[in-house]
């Protein structure tokens, strides 16, 4: 399975992202596409411990099980809901977000899981390093697909 930690993978990452222009339409979804290079960057945020976000008693009851379903479906469904301090409510800077997330994947590809600074999501509870390259993997790929590349 495709893991954001995995060099390979995330150089293919890097890659998609890079085909992206300031024109790209989205296939589904409302989000515009530096809209989404921001959104793309919050998980990783929250990873870093750069966002920090409160779990709530629904992650508390059903996070465990959403994670374990979404490590094992193929790929991300399309119009999930997403939290709201993942939405970008204003037109960022392509060239800017871009920039930013390329160099975040790049980071996470580096360091490897010693980027993750709390293994304790604030949704999914605890999860191993694999857990979190997976899952990083995952939501960025669902975007690149979002916007066919």
């Known amino acids: ?3 954001i930690f995995n060099s390979a993978d995330n150089a293919k990452l890097v890659e998609r992202f890079r085909k992206l222009t300031p024109e ?3 296939k589904w979804g409302t989000m515009n596409v530096a809209q989404m290079l921001l959104h793309c960057q919050k998980p990783m945020d929250v990873a870093e411990g750069r966002l920090k976000l409160k779990r709530n008693l629904l992650s508390f009851l059903f996070g465990k099980m959403v ?3 979404m490590l094992k479906q193929r790929e991300f ?3 999930q809901p997403t939290v709201p301090a ?3 409510s204003t037109s960022p800077d392509f060239e800017h977000e871009l920039s930013k997330l390329t160099q975040m994947i790049e980071k996470f590809g580096k360091q490897g899981p010693s980027v993750i ?10 999860m191993t390093d694999e857990e979190w390259g997976i ?3 995952k939501h960025l790929d669902h975007h690149l697909r979002q916007f066919g590349v």
């Open 67 to 69: 994670k374990n379903s």
């Open 24 to 26: 790209t339409t989205p």
């Open 77 to 79: 469904k399309k119009n």
């Open 86 to 88: 993942f939405k970008a």
């Open 117 to 126: 600074t709390d293994k304790k999501h604030p949704f999914f509870g605890e």
């Open 1 to 3: 399975m495709e893991n």
């Open 135 to 137: 899952l990083n993997y």
